[in-house]
């Protein structure tokens, strides 16, 4: 008898059984399967090829055994969906929305908090990075549940896009001395009646001149003049 044979059918082992129907237990692969992304029962009839009364049963008999669960995705066309999903397994953002999101629902309350906390340190701070606002929100508690930072830039570009804050990038001067040249920065729009937000006038109040302590021996042709000066080089390359 071949050595092979003998050892792969002394290992194997059959399978337990679960207490489930063949189509139950179809069913439950396949939800299993789809871990965080879950499934549609649409989606079951479709790939199982199963009658969708078939699938309404077997799905209310593997939830009251707690094999699955359901859960609310995005609400689409005014109804939330419903996904099927294993216990174990946590929705992903694409089904739940993410940290905005709650029972499929926008949470607006909970993004008005936040866009609120962002620009009280944004007009206390002058001028902020995602990183400082990040950090912020973190240490101020201002939600139960961890903000990604990726997630908060997404907020911080809505609210420019409805004008609540305005992108700028750092100059490296008068606000800016703390952060690095380029790096994009949100302050508040300016007020009514001045200058428009990033126009020409905002970008020569933050000349570096003002501020510098060799502006009394500055001359065109002394040792410290504009025309060599590195900083005023720098200040000189910003995008106007």
């Known amino acids: ?49 199963i009658p969708d009364p078939v699938i309404t049963k077997a799905s209310k008999a593997l939830l009251a055994s ?5 859960v609310k995705g995005i609400q689409r066309g005014g109804a939330a969906r419903k996904i099927l999903m294993g216990v174990e397994f946590k929705p992903a953002d694409v089904v739940s929305g993410g940290i905005w999101y709650e029972d499929g629902k926008i949470d607006t309350g909970f993004v008005d908090v936040l866009r609120r906390f962002c620009r009280m340190w944004v007009m206390k701070s002058k001028v902020a990075t995602v990183e400082g606002l990040h950090k912020a929100v973190s240490e101020g508690k201002v939600a139960t549940v961890e903000i990604p930072k990726l997630q908060l830039t997404e907020l911080l570009t809505s609210m420019v896009l409805d004008n609540e804050l305005v992108e700028v990038k750092s100059t490296g001067f008068g606000l800016f001395f703390r ?62």
Request: hydrophobic fraction near 30%.
């Open 1 to 49: 008898m071949n050595r092979a044979a003998v050892t792969l059918g002394r290992n194997k082992r059959p399978r337990e059984p679960s207490g489930l129907s063949s189509d139950e237990q179809s069913i439950l692969d396949l939800i299993l399967s789809k871990e965080g992304f879950g499934i549609q029962p649409r989606e079951i009839t479709y790939q199982l090829k």
């Open 179 to 240: 952060i690095p040249i380029g790096e994009t920065c949100y302050k508040l729009p300016s007020a009514a009646g001045g200058a428009k937000k990033d126009s020409v006038t905002s970008k020569f109040a933050s000349i570096p001149c003002d501020s510098c302590p060799r502006i009394a021996v500055c001359t065109p042709d002394g040792v410290v003049s504009p025309t060599t000066y590195v900083y005023y080089n720098q200040w000189l390359d910003i995008k106007l």
């Open 66 to 70: 707690g094999k699955i669960k359901e």
